[in-house]
């Protein structure tokens, strides 16, 4: 038998099979590299230059924070938006390489020296003393999660595309063809004559029957119907729900006394004010000037007059001078003490010390309350963390909401509520969250499916909820009893509208029947009143934005009708006063740049799209989605 397996193994078919069985070990080893072999992992590509998904999941990080920032942290951002906005992080991405080619194309470079004078010369990173500070550079750079060479490429790329889009913007001139009108138009003013209808001014209406009143209500179903409620338990998990539980002992609080002792010891600070120049003659004699009794305001027109500034630096404390020269200095004077000049990186400084705080140190037992709050606020956040866990799992289980509440310490509360978080008795009930977690939480429950298994979400920093939906009302119409004082309010606000609008209809006909609108008013009983030449963003008396709208949108001669918030207006334009560009250099200058910044705007749009249009760009559809999954 082993001889023939000797034999066997010498022939070639065993060889082969042998060589197959080893590439098959090989490839299943290797099963990610060889599955991915032929596929593209790029989300999109522009031309050669593909953006991975790492980059495009930054970019889109980057872009969903900004718009958290804007809107607030009160407010959810939901899978679809996020989606979107990720769409959106890959759009500027995919304009960003299109640019950056065109950039190469047309051989466009950034020197060192202006990439570093355009660093030094942004605001933000420049110190007290005006001049660039690296530590406001590193900070920046530590906040965006950005190194300094990624930092500098993305700058690099800008003031290239600024050097391509400041070309396509040098040749728009606003015409004055387009100016001139277009300022005549913006100075045109306009003399009218107008009668205004206060709806408080109509006659009384006639008493009106309960039908009418019923029949008004069912008109106007918004105004008497009470919202939808929903009846829910709400329970809610938090490091204020458990922190009952935490009871530190006696040597728990001293070692947390003795690991934070420097928080409980409050070091000596001084009040200083601080003058910086170039010049160290400058900076003695002004050092001279201040100790011989000139006060602050004195020394600061001096500073100026000698190309320095003064600069109020108000309480610090040693460790708050970055510069050991001058916080030697500083706590080196006494009370009222004026420095020699200190020389820095910056210039000469000279210092005045104003005040001399003494610092402090609390013991032990002058610290324990604060001491023992802190202990509880970091345990009971910890273990809300880990019942949070006991919670899910227990809620996944099938747990009913109120024996998971009551096994874990949740704080619970049952109530009937609007979207507004008002009871239907118009009061707002006591729950265990307020303010911006509430409105989470709200928002949550009237999105839910009525029967939805209760699971725990986050309401803010460290809240996490869960509720039990446990009816819908509908929205409906208010009983007819209980609203009846509302409805006939009303009822007769709307009636005596009405009025004014059929007497205001009268006046405008019988000036489009030819008389003016000072005989139609006088033989209404009313007055009509002139108004001085008006403007169209002019704010007069009785005269509402809609009303002056009104008054430049009708010809000279002819008459208009608007509805103001609290009565109707009818206005003639008597006369149309033209403006004459010529008259006013300055404002057709004004114009001008206004017509040009959107000229230039459009230049470039319009040269970033044909830049689009022309670029290769591919998009992986399956890399697409999986960067905008939920």
Known sequence: MLTALRRLAGTWFAKGLFLLLILSFAIWGIE??????????????????????????????????????????????????????????????????????????????????????????????????????????????????????????????????????????????????????????????????????????????????????????????????????????????????????????????????????????????????????????????????????????????????????????????????????????????????????????????????????????????GARAEVEAQVKRERAADLAFERANQVEDALAAGGALAEVAQRFGLATAEATLDARGVAPDGTRPDLPLSGAALDIALRAAFTAQQGQTPRLAEAGQTALFAFDLREVIPAALRPYETVQAQVRAAWEADARRRAQEQRAAALLAAVQGGKSLAEAAQEAGLSARGTGPLGRDAQAPGLPGEVVQAIFATPEKQATMAEAADAFVVAQVTQVVPFDPATDPLALGRVRGTVEQAMLADLEAQYLDALRAGARVTYNDSMLRQLMAP
Do not use: C
């Open 32 to 365: 990610d590299v060889v599955r991915k072999i032929g596929t593209d992992s790029a989300v999109a590509r522009v031309g050669d230059d593909p953006i991975e998904l790492p980059e495009a999941q930054m970019a889109a990080r980057r872009e969903i924070n900004r718009v958290q920032r804007q809107l607030g942290a009160s407010f959810d951002i939901t899978p679809q938006m996020a989606g979107a906005l990720s769409r959106q992080a890959v759009e500027g991405l995919v304009m960003e390489r299109v640019q950056r080619q065109e950039a190469q194309r047309l051989g466009l470079a950034v020197p060192e020296q202006a990439l570093r004078d355009y660093v030094f010369g942004i605001p933000a990173f420049q110190g007290a003393d005006g001049r660039f500070s690296r530590l406001a550079f590193d900070a920046f750079l530590r906040n965006n999660g950005l190194t300094e060479p990624a930092f500098l490429g993305l700058l690099r790329g800008d003031l290239e595309r600024q050097q391509m889009a400041g070309a396509v913007r040098a040749g728009a001139a606003g015409p004055d063809a387009l100016t001139r009108p277009l300022l005549a138009w913006e100075r045109e003013q306009r003399v009218a004559d107008v009668v205004r209808l206060p709806f408080s001014a109509a006659e009384e209406p006639a008493e009106p029957e309960e039908a009418q009143l019923r029949r008004f209500q069912e008109n106007n179903p918004d105004r008497f119907s009470a919202p939808e409620y929903r009846r829910l338990q709400l329970a809610v998990l938090s490091p204020e729900t458990v922190a009952a539980e935490v009871q530190p002992t006696e040597q728990e609080l001293r070692a947390a006394y003795e690991a934070h002792q420097d928080q409980y010891e409050r070091p000596e600070r001084r009040k200083v004010e601080q003058v910086l120049l170039q010049d160290r003659a400058k900076a003695e004699a002004l050092a001279a000037s201040w100790r011989g009794g000139a006060d602050f305001a004195a020394i600061s027109t001096e500073a100026q007059a000698a190309g320095g500034q003064a600069i109020d630096l108000g309480e610090i404390d040693q460790a708050g001078l970055p510069m050991p020269e001058l916080a030697g200095a500083v706590f080196s004077l006494p009370e009222g003490g004026v420095s020699a000049p200190v020389q820095s990186a910056f210039g000469w400084h000279v210092l005045r010390v104003t005040q001399i705080l003494p610092g402090e140190t609390r013991g032990f037992e």
